[in-house]
């Protein structure tokens, strides 16, 4: 087996040429070089690969005729499906629109109930810092305001009524255990 070590004519780098192949770019410099003298394999590839490409040709041909037809075929059942039942057709549909519609309407309230929970959720534990930090006023303030509103359900509005009752009397508590706390030593506590 002889091996000849081959350079690019334009950069003179080291090529890598395949048995059977006539035309090959140089992987260094991108120059296309063309073999004088065709092998018998070269010949042969060559021919293979005409096969292949008229092989690929029919096929795509093939396939585009075969598209053509299932097209027709499917036109033809939509017409006739438009002739026969646009009536039917039009009544499916509406139902599907007020079901999806139905759909993201419950949807949207629901996800806005979820939001407006989440919300005062936030509020109630803001109001227990207020407490912790002795800042009842601000608590108060914060407890009266917490109403739930979105009509979602009225058990859910009635545990929000019953939240707001339990922070409004935890925070008079709080109060009142603090200036009793604060009471025990002062100035007034003298005259008692």
């Given amino acids: 087996m002889k091996v000849h070590t081959l350079k690019c004519i334009n950069c003179d780098g080291a090529l ?39 092989q690929e040709r029919m096929r795509d041909k093939q396939y585009e005729q075969e598209r053509y037809k299932f097209d027709k075929k499917e036109q033809y059942k939509i017409k006739k499906i438009n002739r026969k039942s646009r009536s039917s057709l039009f009544s499916i549909l509406a139902c599907v629109v007020v079901l999806i519609w139905s759909f993201s309407y419950f949807n949207s309230v ?9 919300q005062l959720q936030a509020t109630v534990d803001e109001i227990m810092k207020d407490i912790d930090n ?25 545990k929000w009524d019953n939240t707001r009752k339990a922070l409004i009397e935890k925070i008079e508590q709080a109060e009142k255990q603090s200036s009793d706390n604060n009471d025990g030593g002062g100035f007034f506590n003298w005259f008692k």
Wanted: net charge negative; hydrophobic share 30%; proline share 0%.
């Fill in 16 to 54: 890598e040429i395949e048995d059977g192949i006539d035309t090959f770019f140089c992987k260094y410099c991108g120059h296309k070089m063309i073999l004088e003298e065709l092998s018998k394999a070269s010949i042969n590839a060559k021919v293979q690969m005409k096969i292949m490409e008229h």
């Fill in 110 to 118: 629901e996800k806005k109930s979820i939001k407006e929970e989440q």
């Fill in 134 to 158: 002795g800042d009842y006023d601000k608590a108060y303030i914060k407890a009266k305001s917490l109403h739930y509103t979105s009509n979602w359900s009225s058990e859910v509005e009635d």
